[in-house]
């Protein structure tokens, strides 16, 4: 008489395994994580982007490189955040100024010649010009 002795494994069981010994391969087969992280970083920052940080499907538009492009913006809301900040902490300082320049000569005629440019280029279009008397009552 033959005993059988059978043994059976569900496969919601075995399956996580055998991926994760597959992951585990390919993985090891490019390098290990580290490298395989590292390269894929190296390909996303190095890729070239245009001025708007997106790929251009004209390569003409592609002049950064993402790292630059993403420096490029971090930078520019830093300095806007200090600078916003600091003007806040000035304000006084900074109104104070503003109102002693147009009070001196030069002030008040760059502000009078700004004014006499704005009107005589509106003068120029007849659909940016309304002039309009209204008498006092």
Do not use: C
Not at 14 to 37: D, F, Q, V
Not at 51 to 79: C, H, P
Not at 82 to 87: D, G, T
Request: glycine share 4%; hydrophobic share 40%.
């Amino acid at each position: 008489m033959e005993d059988k002795l059978e043994f059976k494994i569900s496969p919601d069981l075995i399956m996580p395994i055998i991926k994760a010994k597959i992951e585990t391969a390919i993985i090891k087969a490019m390098g290990g994580h580290k490298e395989l992280i590292d390269s894929i970083l190296e390909a996303y920052m190095s890729q070239k982007v245009s001025s708007e940080g997106k790929i251009s499907s004209y390569s003409s538009d592609n002049k950064f490189t993402r790292i630059d492009f993403i420096m490029q913006q971090t930078l520019e809301v830093a300095v806007k955040d200090a600078l916003k900040e600091f003007l806040a902490n000035k304000q006084k300082e900074v109104a104070e100024s503003i109102s002693r320049y147009f009070a001196s000569k030069k002030g008040s005629s760059e502000l009078i010649r700004a004014i006499e440019e704005g009107i005589l280029d509106s003068l120029k279009s007849n659909w940016a010009t309304k002039i309009q008397f209204i008498p006092n009552k």
